[in-house]
């Protein structure tokens, strides 16, 4: 069904079941995750912050994509970026037990809406980004070690995959955002003095903050 099609009410009503149910359980797991204590809780305020951009999440990839397959993809990797985001902050690690699943369940979504609504170039689009990404962050990584771990490498050739898959000026306006959003939180720090200049900030937020940005500007993904 294409995003025109589907009510606001039904779009906020979808966003908030998944916020309350999914919210409580993806803050113990950002928490657990991040100091690596199978025993750790969340507190009621990151519990409440989790849900509110769980429901966010789910409502712009239904947004973007309508019902379809495809909007897995979008979900899924929304979630986990509130997961990682919140991991990244607290301790600047992006754990892999959130990105390589999202790499599947993302492929698999793209795979299955392609499969059912046949936009093969779109697929082979969102691969070859996906690719590109990961690659030149890789490359980024390799000879800049202390600007770009492999844990953003893996990150943005993740991104990639989502981006891609919207379309290349999605792909290109989603890592120049990033880019330019870890620019202003940096000077932002440094002029607060809560940072200097060769301290080490979290670079996913960033990323993942000028992929959702990308999506809004490219806006609901075309029918097959």
């Not at 771990?149 to 290109?172: I, P, R, S, Y």
């Amino acid at each position: 069904m294409p995003t025109a099609d589907l009510p606001a009410g039904v779009v906020a009503a979808l966003a908030l079941v998944g916020g309350l149910a999914l919210g409580p359980w993806l803050a113990r797991v950002s928490v657990r995750l991040a100091w690596r204590d199978d025993a750790a809780s969340a507190s009621p305020l990151r519990t409440a912050l989790t849900g509110l951009l769980v429901a966010l999440a789910l409502a712009g990839a239904l947004l973007a994509g309508g019902l379809r397959p495809g909007t897995v993809a979008l979900a899924w990797a929304g979630v986990a970026g509130v997961v990682l985001g919140a991991v990244d902050l607290a301790v600047h690690r992006l754990p892999d037990a959130v990105t390589l699943p999202a790499y599947a369940a993302v492929a698999t979504a793209l795979l299955v809406d392609t499969v059912a609504l046949g936009p093969w170039p779109a697929l082979l689009r969102a691969v070859l980004a996906g690719g590109a990404a990961f690659g030149l962050a890789a490359c980024a990584a390799v000879l800049s070690p202390r600007g770009l771990g492999f844990g953003d490498v893996k990150l943005l050739g993740l991104l990639g995959l989502v981006l891609g898959w919207v379309g290349w000026g999605a792909l290109l306006t989603g890592v120049l955002l990033g880019l330019v959003t870890g620019a202003a939180a940096s000077l932002t720090l440094i002029a607060a003095g809560r940072a200097g200049w060769r301290t080490a900030l979290p670079f996913g937020p960033p990323l993942l903050v000028g992929a959702v940005l990308a999506l809004a500007v490219a806006g609901p993904v075309p029918p097959a």
